[in-house]
């Protein structure tokens, strides 16, 4: 199974990115797919979670209103929009896939991805 997040970089306050996460080896519309962060010197958070229809999302109160999550099956990726960055949004982003409780809970998924970082210049 891999899980290869891609689309991070710099960017100025304000502005936006998409990350994608391309997913092989598994039946991808089986999974909720999550994203998540690790700043430096901080725990790993959870972004935002998906069902495995897309149907329902949720987020973290920080990113609620300028980051979206959604997914394509057809073509095994899911997507995080990210709007309005702020400094604090900088991190390593991952992408996870298991269920949709333990991913909004944090408890093992089933597969992790490889962080792609995020960088937001002030």
């Known amino acids: 199974v891999q899980l290869q997040a891609s689309g991070g970089g710099l960017v100025q306050a304000g502005g936006s990115l998409r990350l994608s996460c391309a997913a092989s080896g598994l039946t991808f519309s089986g999974y909720a797919m999550g994203w998540f962060r690790q700043a430096p010197g901080k725990e790993r958070e959870v972004v935002g979670v998906?069902?495995?229809?897309?149907?329902?999302?949720e987020y973290a109160d920080s990113v609620e209103g300028r980051f979206t999550i959604s997914r394509d099956n057809a073509k095994n990726t899911v997507y995080l929009q990210m709007n309005s960055l702020k400094p604090e949004d900088t991190a390593v982003y991952y992408c996870?896939?298991?269920?949709?409780?333990?991913?909004?809970?944090?408890?093992?998924?089933?597969?992790w991805g490889q962080g792609t970082l995020v960088t937001v210049s002030s």
């Open positions: 996870a896939g298991g269920s949709y409780y333990r991913l909004k809970t944090l408890q093992s998924p089933n597969y």
């Open positions: 998906i069902s495995w229809g897309g149907r329902t999302t």
